[in-house]
């Protein structure tokens, strides 16, 4: 599968933004954000399950970010809400052929980034 991701950009704090990962190719089980700020590693943000639609997220983002797909656009969306300036980073979208996982190192396919800056 082969991933796209854009929608990034500046923001002010408690602002919001909506990030796409269009996909193209055969579909994969379990499709997922992740970020790395500078000097950081790459974190796990949220995922979903292609088919069933559950979705998992990282403690620090739940209840601020939404993850969700449209499966007739093959495109996976997050929606991120009261933005605060930990949240800057490159986004990341990532697919895997088995079911869902926290774990970076078992991602097939992977995107390019998109920016995310959260100013204060």
């Known amino acids: 599968v082969q991933l796209q991701a854009y929608g990034g950009g500046l923001v002010q704090a408690g602002g919001s933004l909506r990030l796409s990962c269009a996909a193209s190719?055969?579909?994969?089980?379990?499709y997922a954000w992740f970020r790395q700020a500078p000097g950081k590693e790459r974190e796990f943000v949220a995922a979903?399950?292609?088919?069933?639609?559950?979705?998992y997220y990282t403690s620090s983002v739940k209840g601020r970010f939404t993850i969700s797909r449209d499966s007739a656009k093959k495109t996976m969306y997050l929606e991120m809400n009261s933005l605060k300036p930990e949240d800057t980073a490159v986004y990341y979208c990532?697919?895997?052929?088995?079911?869902?996982?926290?774990?970076?190192?078992?991602?097939?396919?992977w995107g390019q980034g998109t920016l995310v800056t959260v100013s204060s």
């Open positions: 190719g055969r579909t994969f089980s379990t």
């Open positions: 979903i399950a292609w088919n069933f639609g559950s979705t």
């Open positions: 990532a697919a895997r052929l088995g079911l869902g996982s926290r774990n970076r190192d078992e991602y097939d396919s």
